[in-house]
């Protein structure tokens, strides 16, 4: 089954181009408010990593989310989108001075800390400001995810937050410093995630963690435990909608909240994920030595996550009924890794015919980049098509 798209409007547009079908998005977001609001002390942002463009974010703004941002350039888009800014939390192993200036400035409402160094910048920074920040610090609870290796992020090995051994350490030196005041613990182990163990062992490192610090006596308003929830990637009609009913169950189930606290979640591919695809026209039709290569207008500059991650996204001839043959479907970048797909079944192709790169909603437009001199490619909203 292929997606369903105006493709008399398209027909008139400069390709490639993002398509963001708002109606996927709203009931995206719909059903994430839903399952989330049965359990009462649930908050969800939206990591606008994922996706920046304006109009997707005021989408999700509309619908009452918090922003998960990883740079000031993310603070600056959110609050631009009119996200409130005592719903913005400030991640990333490395913030600039100004990038911290900035969040003190709007008083967000957390920076996730992930070294000591990070802590005294802060520290400093707010109290020239005469300001307290709140903090919380990014533990990383050396937990595996069942995902692309450079979408794990939990583990030991890799570069993100602090590790269990050195946390009592680090709340230590919080409690010592009169300009931050440490609110919480925060966690994200990876993205693309579908196996809800993987969640349950992350669960159950954060019980022990919340022991650890009980028998300190330290007491802690906010658990945040990032996103990562995947999208099916092969059936973006079948199933639009992540499960969001099994992934916050997973948690309400598993993660003993204390009555006190609230449990943080920051989705981005989950939520902004299938409600997008890439469009692009086919240039040429090409035989090769042994296979026919379908060479778009589209390349790795404008989705690169094939290129980057060995990433699966289904490719649909959406002007074309005709019997399915074989492709190896390419961009024009000079790169041999500018390869969408091989020996992908599409409805035979011309010259003309346009390719839809299904569930690109996440972590596409936002990585373009203009490598080769290119345009960027522009978004499109459904809303603004009809
Ligand atoms: C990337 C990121 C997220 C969102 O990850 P998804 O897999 O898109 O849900 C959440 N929190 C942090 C800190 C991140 O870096």
């Not at 408010?33 to 109009?55: I, L, Q, S």
């Not at 992930?114 to 005294?120: D, N, Q």
Request: aromatic share 10%.
């Amino acid at each position: 089954m292929k997606g369903t798209f105006p493709i008399d409007k398209f027909r008139e547009l400069r390709t490639p181009f993002y398509y963001y079908d708002t109606k996927v998005l709203r009931e995206t977001l719909s059903c994430v408010r839903t399952e989330a609001a049965k359990y009462g002390n649930f908050d969800v942002h939206y990591a606008v990593k994922a996706n920046a463009n304006p109009k997707v974010l005021s989408i999700i703004r509309e619908n009452g989310l918090g922003a998960d941002c990883v740079s000031g350039g993310e603070v600056r888009a959110a609050i631009k989108a009119g996200f409130p800014t005592n719903k913005i939390v400030f991640a990333g192993v490395g913030k600039a001075d100004w990038e911290i200036n900035l969040g003190l400035d709007y008083n967000i409402f957390c920076f996730n800390v992930e070294s000591i160094p990070e802590l005294e910048i802060i520290n400093e920074l707010a109290a020239a400001k005469g300001k307290v920040a709140n903090v919380a610090f990014r533990i990383n609870p050396n937990v595996g995810a069942h995902t692309h290796a450079n979408i794990t992020t939990g583990l030991a090995e890799n570069k993100f937050g602090i590790s269990m051994q050195d946390m009592d350490n680090v709340i230590d030196v919080a409690l010592e410093m009169k300009n931050v005041k440490f609110i919480g613990l925060h966690f994200h182990i990876g993205s693309q995630i579908l196996d809800m163990s993987d969640f349950v062992a992350l669960c159950n490192r954060v019980n022990e963690l919340q022991d650890k610090l009980e028998s300190h006596r330290i007491r802690i308003e906010h658990v945040n435990v990032g996103g990562g929830l995947g999208i099916d990637y092969k059936h973006p009609n079948r199933q639009a909608i992540p499960d969001f009913k099994d992934y916050f169950e997973t948690y309400a189930e598993h993660l003993k909240l204390r009555s006190y606290q609230t449990l943080h979640f920051e989705l981005g591919r989950a939520i902004t994920g299938q409600c997008g695809s890439l469009i692009s026209r086919v240039l040429y039709v090409k035989q090769g030595a042994n296979k026919k290569f379908a060479i778009l207008d589209a390349g790795m500059t404008d989705l690169i996550r094939p290129a980057l991650y060995q990433a699966y996204h289904k490719i649909e001839n959406i002007t074309s009924e005709e019997v399915v043959e074989a492709y190896d479907v390419v961009g024009p970048i000079c790169e041999s890794s500018d390869v969408f797909g091989k020996a992908i079944d599409l409805n035979k192709v011309k010259r003309g015919d346009l390719i839809a790169l299904r569930s690109a909603g996440a972590y596409g437009e936002i990585m373009a980049s203009s490598y080769n001199c290119r345009e960027l490619p522009k978004g499109y909203t459904s809303d603004e098509l009809v």
